[in-house]
């Protein structure tokens, strides 16, 4: 079970980290450039379809695997051991990146005509993106101790 739960964690892995990738690297930058949002829009709605139930899939075996590497909850927010550490800053990771979903879908994306929450917008993507790779070294860490 736990290679299975280890395999679709890293799937749901290589299809997070490598959209917020595309989106940070290619996408942005050339939106911010031009004012043009259309290709960075289109990718958000088609990604959604694919990189939410990635992130679904993550959440449920990362809890899983937390579990079976941790099984005292309470320790799960200790940021001491090298399992409470390395799952606290993983939980950390994932309420950053709800918020961040939460504040684009419900604030940001409405209003993406405005400058500013464009702007916004941006940084949030952003900060996805780079929490979505130090989830990707948080957990290489977990399994050969980076940290």
Not at 59 to 73: C, D, F, K, R, T
Not at 102 to 110: C, D, G, R
Request: aromatic share 12%; hydrophobic share 55%; charged share 15%.
């Amino acid at each position: 079970m736990f290679k299975f739960l280890l395999l679709l964690h890293l799937l749901g892995a290589t299809i997070w980290v490598g959209g917020h990738l595309f989106i940070g690297i290619k996408l942005l930058p050339k939106a911010l450039k031009t004012g043009d949002k259309t290709d960075l829009l289109n990718f958000e709605r088609n990604y959604e379809t694919i990189g939410m139930p990635a992130l679904l899939i993550q959440v449920i075996s990362g809890l899983w695997l937390a579990y079976i590497h941790e099984p005292e909850i309470s320790h799960w927010f200790t940021f001491s051991g090298h399992n409470g550490l390395h799952i606290s800053i993983k939980l950390l990771l994932l309420f950053i990146t709800v918020v961040c979903a939460i504040i684009a879908n419900k604030v940001l994306i409405p209003n993406i005509e405005n400058p500013k929450s464009f702007k916004k917008l941006a940084a949030l993507i952003y900060i996805v993106t780079i929490s979505s790779i130090l989830f990707l070294i948080t957990g290489l860490s977990f399994r050969v101790g980076i940290f």
